[in-house]
Structure formats: C-alpha cells, structure tokens
C-alpha cells in the first residue's frame, strides 16, 4: 500500500513540476519580491537601523527574508491547487485507481520543491551583496531542516485554503498576513526598539523563535531554547495544518 502511494505521489509531482517548468517565471516572480526588500532595507534604510550587533546588516536580515520567500511562493500552491478543482481535474483521478492522499501530496512537494528554489535563489542574491557566514555543513543543514518545516506548514495551509477558497483571488490572499508577519517580529530589527504591546506580540510569534535560530546558527553562536520553541511552532502548525487539510479534502470528495 505505502510503496502504491509513493509510486502515485511521485506521478502527479512529476506532473506538477512539468507545469512549473512549463512556467518558470513562477520561482522567478516568487524570488523578486524578497531581492527588492533586501536591495530596499541593506542600501536604502539599512544604514539607519541599529541591531546591536556588529555584523552587517544583510546578515541580519536575511532569515526574515528566506521566511518572506517562501510565505509568497505557498500562494501558488493555493492558486494551483484552487484551478485543478475547478477544472475537474480532482474528480477525474477519483475514477482512477491511485491514492486519493497522493492528490494532495504532489501539490506539497511540488511547492517544497519550488520554494526551496527561490530560497537558493535569494541566498545567492545575498552573497553577491555581501552576506557572509562561516557556518559549518551541520549549521547549513539545520537552517535547512528549518526552513523545510516552515515551508510544509504553510504550504498544508495554502492546501486548505486552495480547497476552500470560492474564487482564484481568494485562493491566494491568505498569504498576504503570513507575507507581513516577519515584519513584525525581530526579522528586521530588534524587538526591544518596539512598544511594549508590539514588542510582546513580536517576541512571543513564531516568526521571531524562527529567525533567531536560523540567525544563530549562521553567525555560530548558540542557539539556546529558541531552537526548540521554532521546532515546536513548525512542528504543531504543520500537524494542524495538515489535519485540517485532509478534512477539508475528505469533504470536497466526498
């Protein structure tokens, strides 16, 4: 059974990537957005804000940039998923014999795929400007497991709202909040320059214990319990997420 879902979650990914392919201006647009913020912030505003901190400042602010990435690349994911279910395609492969589970799961991989594109995209962009890192592989591995969690719970909750969205605008809004959330958190600066009911909201949302793991283990310090509380944020997203996906999905076919 497990290797029958494998074999049809590997089919329909191939079909997903064959239409990004088809289209690769998707990762590129996806990537654009997070360049200009990094062009906007480092050589425009970045010269006026203090972190604290004497590195520079586009070592700073990439891992809220890496996370806006991949909030703006789930929104396809919803967009795709929103025009397969309008154009028929979902009751087209419930006549065939493959896993229902593996509609879904094409759709995820294809989005972990193409985020973690952009994201190679936009450290690349970083390098050029300037960003450095003596991090070791471990280091490098462990932003990446990061980031990988990050990106497969909001994709299962650009899913749910690919499956419940009325029209193909509203497939892709929900990220718009999740875009803006990095904003108010230590991404950009510290959240001690905040007023105090921000700077409570800062430092007690996801973003914040994200960022500040993938900052520490870039400039090689400890990362603390901040690892574990991004951990916990991902990890229990990704499981909501997913259950209420699969809900959702169960009630469209059904």
């Not at 006026?48 to 400042?57: K, L, P, R, V």
């Not at 229990?236 to 997420?241: I, Q, S």
């Not at 209420?244 to 076919?253: D, P, S, T």
Request: glycine letters at 8%.
């Amino acid at each position: 059974m497990s290797t029958h879902i494998l074999g049809d979650t590997g089919v329909l990914t191939g079909r997903s990537l064959r239409h990004i392919l088809r289209s690769p201006d998707t990762i590129i647009t996806t990537a654009v957005t997070p360049v200009v913020l990094m062009l906007l912030f480092v050589y425009v505003l970045g010269g006026a804000i203090n972190t604290g901190s004497d590195s520079s400042y586009i070592n700073y602010m990439l891992p809220g940039i890496l996370l806006i990435t991949i909030a703006s690349g789930i929104a396809y994911t919803a967009y795709r998923l929103f025009l397969d279910m309008q154009g028929g395609i979902f009751e087209r492969f419930q006549s065939m014999p493959i896993a229902r589970s593996s509609v879904l799961w094409a759709h995820v991989l294809t989005s972990l795929l193409a985020n973690l594109t952009s994201v190679a995209v936009v450290v690349g962009v970083a390098l050029i400007m300037g960003f450095r890192t003596g991090a070791s592989l471990g280091a490098w591995l462990a932003v990446a497991g990061i980031l990988v969690l990050f990106t497969l719970a909001l994709t299962w909750l650009a899913v749910i709202a690919g499956l419940s969205a009325k029209t193909v605008d509203g497939a892709s809004a929900f990220s718009y909040p999740l875009i803006f959330l990095p904003f108010i958190s230590s991404a950009f600066v510290p959240t001690g320059t905040m007023p105090g009911p921000v700077a409570w909201f800062a430092e007690n949302q996801p973003v914040t214990s994200i960022v500040n793991s993938i900052r520490a283990l870039f400039a090689q310090q400890p990362v603390g319990n901040e690892l574990w509380v991004a951990l916990a944020w991902c990890l229990g997203l990704l499981v909501v997420a997913y259950a209420f996906a699969m809900a959702a999905y169960r009630r469209k076919i059904s």
